[in-house]
């Protein structure tokens, strides 16, 4: 099984960035303990990061081919990119929409996801774990 | 640790009420699926359900001494009642939002949560299997 | 063929409450009047009045098996109460909502039913008639 | 005792129009079972449909000294057509609006009527039986 | 004279639930100052706390034959229970709506109250001295 | 100077509709007053009803080439005709709307006028006055 | 008969203010064509101009004894000032809003009068000629 | 091959009507170009233009039986004549919606059509053109 | 302890003014109300009431000095001055806002207070009652 | 004369990206029958597709020295890139949008397009024709 | 060259009114720098500060005839005071919006300026420096 | 002292787009008199200009270690680009907005920034000269 993992806009910052809301935990050390779990999962993982919108949707497209599964926290994009959306809409493996941390508790218009609703699931509020939690899902979904 | 699963309005009819949302998975055995894997991680777990929105504060009150971390998945009460989003803030331990479906994907009066802004994290759009996830992330992040 | 009938809240007081909106009739006379004209068109009907959205979700529950139709008066439930609009829509069996005042030329929070779309139809503005309307219909709706 | 009943726009093409939603019953089976049961109530009835706002106004203004009664469907009318809720409010005798299919389960737009708040009462859902049930209701009312 | 205090939902765990907000006299310490000022005030007064919506609806009920006057907290549900503003409506006897903190100056939601409509006045931001408040001034108002 | 005007729907029951709004003034009434007051301004009027848009835009259209200035009281379709506006925006002569009532202080659909923009001036709440004061500012106006 | 004007804020500037909106005419022109219509209709009329809120508002009051109606030019005060809106609904006598340029044309934030709705009626659009308007219309109302 | 053309209120004044906006070319001359159009493409065509609302209702349940396709420019009552919306969707050939000015760079409420959502296509900002752009792409639709 | 009490905008006209709502009592009743009870409670007050939003802030900005608390109705005020609010939030003395009516209760622009935020607490429908209501529990809170 | 085609995000995908709703046509035979129909017409066309936002921008900036019209497809980015907007605005040449289905047939975040606002014209709903129908009416524009 | 300066309400507290956002700089030394810095570039300055919304208006009024530019800190009256805005607009000479905090960092009825649209430029966000920056750039302006 | 100047979308085509809302001033131009500015003023500048989203966040990033202070233009991105917000609000240097012209005084969709509560400053109105405003301030709170 193959999973890619797309990180939006900002998250290249993590640890320097806000660490009273995101926390302190780097990016790396986030891609870290993915490639460890999928090891681990017996996971082929790959992991990026774009600030852009276009970038986030060509690797989405890519992942049309090469990829069972795929995660993605779009930052601040969940909150205004119809484009993504339709991006994963496309997409014919699941998606899940994870966040660092719990939009429901922010500004109001982090309270919205436009992208959320093109997903097969939503994870929130768990910092780096969020995305471990996505991908153990994600194998026991494909297996099913 | 002990765990308290809340099982919000209506879902006692899980398995039966409209499957091509909800899927054919009973409560009962998502609660089986729930008591196996805290057996497995060495939780005491406990599951209630209540279509009650009184009976729902009352229980969550009662986690206050009893419980290190609860689950909610508050139904259609989770659109509304800031009677239950009070009683989540007025726990001291962690609380995760959990739905079956992926709300976001649905009627326009289900993408708003007034409960998920008093939670530590939220899960949605996994099934049954929403549970178990919060369930290991709150061991996770009850032991850091 | 079975039918049952769920009063909502408040509507206990008929007969005292606000009298110039919604007349001198109490929910006896009321219940009387259905008796009288299931029993002529040979129903077998039950009614119960709820002032908790709890107890009213039991009810409608309970009602999956036992009877071919339901009729509701959600009262002032019908504004806000997803959760009684999920149990109807969990319902296989066709439900009625009832009004005794034409909610459209009232408040303009009453004129929005949340509760509505998940029935088969509605009849609002007759007072204890209302309810009699549904009575008939349902019994050629379940007939044919 | 002498009963209006007014269709409005489009409910002539009934039986052939989006039968999915409206029924395959036609306009003339509806006008003749409302005959037939007004005959039975011993009720003078008319019907009468119009595609145009004017005309419905006008119709409305000629019941006012023929008619004890009226039955108005508006058809998509209801949801913008102020000046037909005016024509209703300047009626002295009981308006009853009914509608086919249960509005509040459809489109956005069709869940507000704008001319209901003028009418004594409303009845939604039932097709072809709403009419009758209005008919009933408004001899009991008118007799009362 | 007899008046009645209805405590509404999250109550209960006044002084250790957000202090910050809500200070840390608790619901006892309250009913303790209530009941000696009513004593100083020759008042019988009786005190009761429900965390379920309908458990407040019937304690309103209730208090139509047996008190004089009501003062009701009703927490969260002040935000959205049409059915306890409908409640409350349903009295004849003078309400007076009471808040521990000033909802004005906090989040968004709780600066409408749906049941304040229904009724005589309204005391806000004053912790457990808001009570006193009202229950002076009812003596005045009934005596008057 | 002619001067055609123009009443919408409705205003021909005036004298009977509504009377504690609209006044016991009948149409012909206020025709019959214009009339004399045309005759002492020294000009040539007409007045036309319709309760049909269709008509009023007719008889705006016709106005054009007839008439060189209009009254118009668009009755309801002041609050959604934008059919009515546009006929309003292709005369070339001054058009002012008029109303009986003074809509700013009735119901919040009223408040609101679609039609005013496309005219020279509005006047509203004098009962049939409003008509006499916009016929004698015309002349002013084309006059001037 | 007595009549008081008040001219609200920036109304002094007339006639070098935006002329493209407000016309030539000096406010002093507007006062003088008033004082001659007022000689000739035998009304003793005095006028006033005020840049404050507060001063309206005083104005107003002064009206209550010795004025037997009011003409009032809000300005732009009619967009906002709910207290000038009280102070006209304190009146006994007939107030009538006059504003030179036919709001219903101009910026949204000019299409709403909040001030409106507390007065006997409302002309715009006329120039200074909107202020005689009301004043003949003012005669005519308070003799009837 | 028959195409039915519906002009909707005001397009009989095309050509004096604000041509800034909408041109000088008359309803006359872009009926025949219409007409040469259509004899080139071998399609036999009829145009009628309609200031009714109920008019254009009737034109489009007679274009049911006769015509292949129906071209409509319903002017102003896109923006909210939902009763002209459904007689669209009651026919069961394809309807074009066409406009003459690009409405998106209008007037806001000039910026949502009704109509458009029950047509096959939408076309706008081509003056006359816009017809002939419909016609052509008509014929290849139902040749398809 | 100093107290200063100010009246907004047209409560000069307390008791004269729309009695029904406001009641009969006038402001010079109320001061000598407020005055005994202060004179009673040991408390030097001083009252004074402003039409103009400026010399409100005035009065406001000079008790920063001289007050240990102060009681404001602001009137119409409440509705859309921030100025006042801003003004509230500069002092260091606790501020209590009242009101005579239950806003609540009234029309929809009464509902919302934009200076109430500033305030310590909030007191609203008993009448002058409200002042006294308010006196009394700044004295305790200036005192604890 | 020389066109520009601008294709915006995801329709690289078209064909296999939900064909139910874009159809089974591919971008590469859109780009293919544009060719033959600009050959046919004379015109030298380019077609380039991008899925970045600033890749869009940049190729409309190009557009600017270099073609006499442009065809923009600005997919999801038509909802809310008003950056584009700016770009299509600062074009001197004309510019039309066109979309493959019809948007006003769909989700309600699809029924707005910021940028069809700065185009001259908009065609939407045909499928790939949408693009033909825009190129046949520019070079008639252009010509004209 | 002469400049006007305006301060707004509430102004005359900076320095001890909240510092926390407004800085502890009071309005003596902003003035005491601008008349330094309108020495040294040749300006002749005067400023003014204002409580009352009236007083603004006179004094921007006063400023048509005496001044060459305007500076004005509108404080709240920015977020509502039309007539402030109505005599910004009514001068000729360039007006410069200010504010000492970055209101777009602040809560939301702090978002929007009223008056913002009736100047030439704004500056917020700088504290005292925000004046200084206007003052050079007006100089800069007029001279131009 | 180093400075970093981010110009956002659209802003290359300076001098030639729209010049009568944003001038004749080039880039080049404003880039040529801000580089002149930053020497005079001993501060080390870089300008970069970017039609992308995702550029300028990278941009933004770059920032955090190289520039003590940052200006930017987002051009149309200061309307939705949540994305651009969040990479502002991660820099620990000061940020200052400024726009050409007034956006107050434009489209309402020009009225709010998303941006700007992310920044320090926020300047607008005065064309190119609107960045050296920002460059002299930002040397003056960087050195204090």
Redesign the interface.
Known sequence: MRVLVVH???L??LG???PEIYGTQTLAEIDAALMQEAKHLGIELRTTQ??????I??AL?AA?EEYDAVIINP???A?????I???I??LRVPV?EVHLS?L??RET??????T???????????GG??YL?AL??LQ??VKS
């Open positions: 939006g806009p900002n290249n910052l320097e960035r806000q774009h600030n852009a919108e276009g970038a949707i060509d497209h049309r930052g601040a994009y909150h205004y990119s119809y484009a959306a339709d991006a809409a496309s899940v719990n429901a508790a218009h982090r309270r919205t996801s436009v959320a609703g093109s997903c097969k699931g939503y994870v929130a509020g768990f774990r969020s939690m153990r899902a026991e979904i």
